[in-house]
């Protein structure tokens, strides 16, 4: 086996662990923290892992920007100097930022909780962007193990700290939110000790140089900004619930999403490995595979639907306080059929067209739509029924939209398919609202094998063409 085999291995296998204990950490948030936490203190702990998932963009783009410029130069090759005056400047902008929030946050908030939490998001704010540039160095020079490594000890860390506050008898939302913040701070120093070449380097004749910086930005700034229109497609509605209802509905509302994006984990992962196999494939062969692997998919994500009722069903035994947030989850778990179609399939063949500003378009069209459903469902309507219900509605915007487009770059015809499948998802949700669970159960059963007769040529004929190429 040559040496780079070896390394692609090895690569693929720091990833998969840090995956693995990535799930770890999500089972440990759905399953253990809501049964040793009161439904308030889960509800705060939830809003500090809300709050936190939007600390990276408080760098503007800068780090995405140095990934971007400078990606595919080996780590020897880069300039140490000039990468040491950016993150000294990335750290100082940080902490004046940091400390804006601290006193804003003093004099405008009364509830002792709330300011912990924002208190903790400032010091998240400087650990976590002075990371994310370290980690995009190393992305952008191929030290894949060592970013691996980097964020397996995040979540070791945080699993540990937890699980000893656990047997300790300390169960406190705070202590929770300290493991993480000493998960994320240990992880930084492991950073700046493998990036040491660039974090010491020396200082003398330091200057500020708001060129290179303002490079770095221009570069970054729209991948940022489109990424931050993906996640406030969700964000804005949580924001809404957490502003009109109480924590404790917030928490709730937060465990039905934190087990729909739990089944995420395995589905986005898949697409880290067609993504590199589409970009083999001929453009005119294209069109064909999206169909093959579209009939396989749609029937599989329709197929994960079944599992909610044994899912539901066990909670309501583990989780008993939650029961009411359990009813809702019905209105966002077939968020994984539209979403992980987007994410496995969609945004990788826009992708590998390189159709990045077309993933731009559709995210921020999907924000103006989930902020439209917020106002309407929560300030105007105060529904928090039709406002948990929106998560699935503007993700289903977002996946139809985007395969739309898709569709005519690729000219295939995708119309009836999504008719079929809205259909199919609808008398899920419809079903399992009005019916008892096994009722449901049994129900929507009938319905998917009935899709399975109505899709039968084409999933077939999808096998039939994946077995033939492998034969080949």
Not at 309 to 338: C, D, G, Q
Request: hydrophobic share 55%.
């Amino acid at each position: 086996m040559n040496i780079k085999a070896l390394n692609l291995i090895k690569n693929f296998s720091y990833t998969f662990i840090s995956n693995l204990i990535s799930m770890s950490v999500s089972i440990l948030i759905v399953l253990i923290l809501p049964k040793v936490l009161g439904v308030e203190e889960y509800g705060y702990f939830q809003l500090f892992v809300f709050y936190a998932s939007y600390v990276g963009f408080l760098h503007f783009g800068w780090s995405d920007g140095i990934y971007l410029r400078y990606g595919g130069l080996h780590y020897k090759d880069l300039n140490y100097r000039l990468l040491n005056n950016q993150f000294t400047m990335l750290v100082l902008s940080q902490l004046f930022i940091s400390i804006i929030i601290v006193t804003i946050s003093s004099l405008l908030l009364d509830d002792k909780d709330r300011l912990y939490i924002i208190k903790m998001i400032a010091l998240l704010v400087v650990i976590v962007n002075s990371r994310y540039m370290l980690i995009h160095i190393f992305q952008a020079s191929n030290r894949i193990r060592d970013f691996a490594k980097i964020t397996l000890l995040e979540k070791v860390i945080f699993i540990f700290s937890v699980t000893l506050f656990i047997l300790l008898d300390m169960v406190d939302f705070k202590f929770f939110i300290i493991s993480d913040v000493i998960g994320k701070l240990i992880s930084l120093i492991v950073a700046i000790y493998f990036c040491k070449d660039i974090v010491f380097y020396t200082l003398k004749n330091f200057h500020f140089n708001f060129r290179e910086t303002l490079q770095n930005i221009n570069a970054g700034y729209k991948l940022m900004f489109a990424n931050i229109a993906g996640m406030l497609i969700i964000g804005v509605v949580r924001f809404g619930v957490e502003r009109t209802w109480d924590i404790a509905t917030f928490a709730k509302v937060s465990l039905t999403l934190s087990i729909s994006n739990f089944l995420m984990i395995f589905i986005t992962a898949i697409g880290i490995i067609i993504f590199p196999i589409l970009k083999r494939i001929d453009q005119d062969k294209l069109p064909e595979v999206y169909n093959v692997i579209r009939h396989l998919l749609a029937a599989s994500l329709l197929l994960i639907l079944i599992f909610y009722y044994p899912i539901k069903t066990t909670l309501l035994y583990w989780l008993p306080n939650y029961k009411e947030s359990l009813i809702f989850m019905v209105l966002v778990f077939p968020m994984v059929v539209f979403e992980g179609r987007t994410a496995l399939l969609i945004n990788t063949y826009l992708k590998a067209l390189r159709k990045e500003r077309l993933m731009l378009i559709v995210n921020a069209a999907s924000l103006f739509f989930s902020v439209l459903l917020t106002v309407i469902f929560t300030i105007g309507l105060k529904s928090l029924e039709l406002a948990i219900l929106s998560f699935l509605i503007a993700l289903a915007f977002k996946s139809i939209f985007s395969e739309v487009l898709l569709a005519k770059c690729l000219k295939i015809k995708v119309t009836k398919d999504i008719i079929l499948e809205i259909f199919v998802v609808s008398l899920f949700i419809i079903s399992s609202w009005f019916l008892n669970t096994w009722t449901a159960f049994v129900f929507y059963g009938l319905v998917y094998i009935l899709y399975l007769l109505v899709k039968r040529n084409e999933i077939l004929k999808s096998i039939n063409k994946i077995k033939t190429h492998a034969r080949n």
